[in-house]
């Protein structure tokens, strides 16, 4: 039974040397804590197994995570995927939340996962000045206009909603809490930044509605549950409530200073 749970997100150890990268998974390991959950941008394409091959031998808990869309810098979204699916398969407390069904924490609580990507969809792509790296960066992105970038991003994010719609009937009928680990924020209300909400200029490039329209469709149907939502990929800390039994909690972040967002404890009342 996994009943503390630590989160963690946005916490890009590329930034690091690798002796302190070393050394804030040696601060983790002192974390009284069944698991970890970590909701993105672990590091780079180039690097990114090498953290996880570090954290999945000083920690002695299973780790959860999905990735973000710096986990595919300089990289294809694809050939990252495969490289970790094959990552997980050798380091058994290594789980990749696409790749699974759900998970079970305790007898009320599931977890399910996805990566989501920022579908463009709030605020207004049409006028934002904003150019992310993501599209010159990640193979199936680059040398994209605006028009072309649409569809590659629906398609990516469509995926996340699918996987969701798939996931969540039965997860949902099992168990009495869900939580669920995506790295963009699924809701424009979860778009934390600096301690407000991102404008229509940047909201695009930071949300998938794709994935909240699944996630509020599924929790009106299912008003006698609780889903929680861990997200991170703005950098910014914030809370709320979608929805009576639908919270979402975005995690802060700052370049080269990793910390731990939150412990959850599920222990059964």
Known sequence: MIQRVGWLTDIHLNFLPLPLVNEFVEKLSRHKV?????????????????????MAAKLSQSIYFVLGNHDFYRGSIYGVRNE??????????????????Y????????????D???????????????????????????????VGLLPRVASLADEAAQHFRRVLPS????????????HVPPFQEAC??????SDDNWLPHFTCKAVGDVLREMMLAYP?????VLCGHTHGKGEAQILPNLKVLTGGAEYGNPTVQK?????PR
């Open 103 to 114: 998970v079970e924490l305790t007898s009320t609580v599931g977890l399910i996962g996805h």
């Open 263 to 267: 412990i959850f404890d599920f222990t």
């Open 224 to 228: 006698h549950r609780q889903m929680t």
């Open 116 to 146: 989501g990507w920022a579908d463009l969809q709030y605020g207004n792509f049409a006028t934002s000045d904003v150019w992310m790296n993501d599209y010159v960066l990640i193979r199936e992105l680059a040398s994209q206009k605006k």
């Open 34 to 54: 069944d698991a970890w959950l970590i909701s993105g941008d672990i590091g780079e394409s180039d690097n990114l197994s090498i953290y996880l091959k570090i």
């Open 192 to 197: 934390w930044h600096e301690g407000g909400i």
């Open 171 to 182: 997860t949902l009928e099992r168990f009495a809490h869900v939580v669920v680990v995506t």
């Open 84 to 101: 970790i699916k094959e990552l997980c398969r050798q380091n058994p407390n290594l789980h990749y939340l696409n790749n699974l069904e």
